[in-house]
């Protein structure tokens, strides 16, 4: 296993990306919020200093219209573009999902075709535990896994709030809440491209989410977030104490996980 990939959202400024980088940030994540304004200088300025700081930067665009995500895409050229729509693994939702699974999987096919240099992120919604269902909802999973695997570069593993509407309707994300880590850990173990794991992450679970699941990468936005006179985050802007303690557990974490595996090597020698 090598270094665990950093991930920081929501990130606007590229003065915040620059900061962010400098603390250990390797994936630093921007977000079109309105479809109508997906032409973002200040966005594109960001993306621009986070390729010159050396790390990658990610876009969201939060529309479902491909002529409006590919005219973000060329005018903004991220690294990589974060598909998060909802791709409910409720059981009584998959017969709704059949025209939305073609139309995402169109998508994506078009962007590798348009963009070959751009990776492809897709978001996995993972519910929180406890659910009855957990052995179907994990089974439902598993086939977006297989699905969309061969269009994508990278899976995000995001919190779906259940009986609930999403802090962004129609997407997965920000609910600073962790997922189901049973479903989480047989995702990684299972998918054949890399996993990132995101929902809920701080500096307070940081080293245990590495430890125990041993994800690609980790993902902060919400528990990294500044917070308002009411203790209430404060979308698009990071307090850089929280995310240096996020860096430094996974750091940790990483050293610990490569402590242990330098042990185990060196306590059953291979026989001779």
């Known amino acids: 296993m090598g270094k665990t990939i950093i991930q920081i959202y929501e990130v606007q400024k590229p003065g915040e990306a620059e900061a962010l980088v400098a603390l250990g940030a390797d994936h630093i994540g921007s977000v079109l919020t309105d479809q109508t304004k997906w032409k973002n200088t200040t966005i594109r300025k960001t993306i621009q200093v986070v390729r010159q700081s050396g790390a990658k930067s990610g876009l969201i665009p939060l529309m479902k219209d491909p002529v409006k995500v590919f005219a973000a895409l060329e005018y903004h050229e991220p690294d990589f573009i974060h598909l998060c729509d909802t791709l409910s693994p409720f059981p009584e939702e998959q017969q709704t999902l059949v025209r939305d699974f073609d139309a995402l999987l169109t998508l994506q096919i078009d962007i590798k075709d348009r963009f070959p240099q751009m990776d492809i992120m897709r978001s996995l919604s993972v519910p929180r535990p406890g659910l009855a269902e957990a052995a179907e909802i994990e089974k439902n999973v598993l086939g977006f896994v297989e699905r969309f695997a061969p269009v994508s570069d ?12 999403q802090p962004v309707n129609g997407f997965v994300g920000i609910t600073g ?3 189901d ?14 996993v990132i794991l995101a929902g809920g992450l701080s500096g ?4 245990e989410a590495v430890t125990v699941l041993k994800p690609a990468g980790v993902d902060s936005c919400t528990r990294t977030n500044a917070v308002d006179k009411s203790g209430r985050p404060i979308r698009f802007k990071k307090d850089m104490k929280k995310v240096r303690r996020f860096v430094e557990e996974v750091h940790r974490a990483d050293r610990f996980i490569e402590e242990n595996n330098f042990a185990a090597d060196h306590n059953h020698p291979k026989g001779r």
Do not use: H, R, V
């Open 154 to 165: 990278y899976f995000l593993i995001d919190t779906l709030l259940y009986g609930a509407n």
């Open 177 to 179: 809440e962790t997922c």
């Open 204 to 207: 307070e679970n940081a080293f």
């Open 181 to 194: 880590w049973n479903i989480a850990g047989k995702i990684i173990a299972l998918s054949p491209i890399p």
